[in-house]
């Protein structure tokens, strides 16, 4: 009977179903849980995705935070910039600044 069916489905181009409802009911049943699987696996893969960038963002700012203490441990005031004898250059607590000096008694002061 399924060879009949068939041949008549073909025959007429398709406008003829060869599929009971019973097989088309499982046809369904088996896409709507194959797309159902895909979902909760795109699901998985998006939440561990957001975790691991969560965990980055995470570890970035706690290197920026250090960074930042460490730099904010030395006092504010004039250093000696080593690359060029004679010259200092203001450091605010936080970062360096474009102001300079120049200042030999600094530079010929042995660095403490």
């Not at 979902?39 to 965990?55: E, M, P």
């Not at 460490?70 to 970062?95: F, H, I, K, L, S």
Request: with cysteine; glycine share 8%; aromatic share 8%.
């Amino acid at each position: 009977m399924g060879l009949f069916r068939k041949t008549m489905s073909v025959s007429t181009l398709g406008l003829i179903g060869y599929r009971t409802d019973i097989e088309k009911a499982r046809r369904l049943q088996r896409q709507t849980r194959n797309a159902a699987r895909t979902q909760v696996a795109v699901g998985v893969w998006q939440a561990g995705r957001q975790a691991k960038q969560t965990r980055v963002i995470k570890k970035q700012t706690r290197v920026i935070q250090a960074q930042a203490a460490q730099q904010a441990r030395v006092p504010a005031g004039w250093y000696p910039v080593p690359m060029e004898p004679g010259v200092v250059c203001w450091w605010d607590g936080y970062g360096w600044h474009l102001h300079t000096r120049h200042y030999p008694a600094i530079a010929e002061q042995p660095h403490r």
